[in-house]
C-alpha cells in the first residue's frame, strides 16, 4: 500500500486548500491516518488525525478550528481541508497510515506509531 498526497500549493494568508491522501492498494483491515508536516529547519510535528470508522479526530492546538480531517473509506482517501492559512502553516505535509490495533480507533498524535507514508505535499503561505 502506498499513499500519495496533492492539493498543495502557494495561496495567500488567510486562503484555504484541500489536501487528499490517497491509498494505492486496499488495506485488508481499518487502519487510522495522521497528516504531520515539517516546515524548513524544524522537527516534522502532528498535525491532524482521524481514527477508523471516523472513530475520533484530532488535532494540534494551533490548528484547532481552522483544518479539517476527514475520510472517503469508498475512496480510501483522507482529507486534510485547511483554511484561514498563515504564513506559518507553511511545509510539506505528509500523511500517515497505521493498521496497528492500539491506536487504529485512538489515533496518535506520535510520528513513530505510523508505518505508512507518503511523500508530502507542498503548502506556501505567503503574507
Known amino acids: 500500500v502506498q499513499l500519495v498526497e496533492s492539493g498543495g500549493g502557494l495561496v495567500q494568508a488567510g486562503g484555504s486548500l484541500r489536501l487528499s491522501c490517497v491509498a494505492s492498494?486496499?488495506?485488508?483491515?481499518?487502519?487510522?491516518t495522521g497528516w504531520f508536516r515539517q516546515a524548513p529547519g524544524k522537527e516534522r510535528e502532528f498535525v491532524a488525525a482521524?481514527?477508523?470508522?471516523?472513530?475520533?479526530?484530532y488535532y494540534m492546538d494551533s490548528v484547532e478550528g481552522r483544518f479539517t480531517i476527514s475520510r472517503d473509506s469508498a475512496r480510501d482517501t483522507v482529507y486534510l481541508q485547511i483554511s484561514s492559512l498563515r504564513p506559518e502553516d507553511t511545509a510539506v505535509y505528509f500523511c500517515?497510515?497505521?493498521?496497528?490495533?492500539?491506536?487504529?480507533?485512538?489515533?496518535?498524535?506520535?510520528?513513530?506509531?505510523?508505518?505508512?507514508w507518503g511523500q508530502g505535499t507542498q503548502v506556501t503561505v505567503s503574507s
Open positions: 492498494g486496499r488495506f485488508p483491515s481499518g487502519y487510522a
Open positions: 482521524i481514527g477508523w470508522k471516523d472513530s475520533n479526530r
Open positions: 500517515a497510515a497505521t493498521r496497528r490495533s492500539s491506536v487504529i480507533f485512538i489515533p496518535s498524535r506520535s510520528a513513530s506509531e505510523y508505518n505508512y
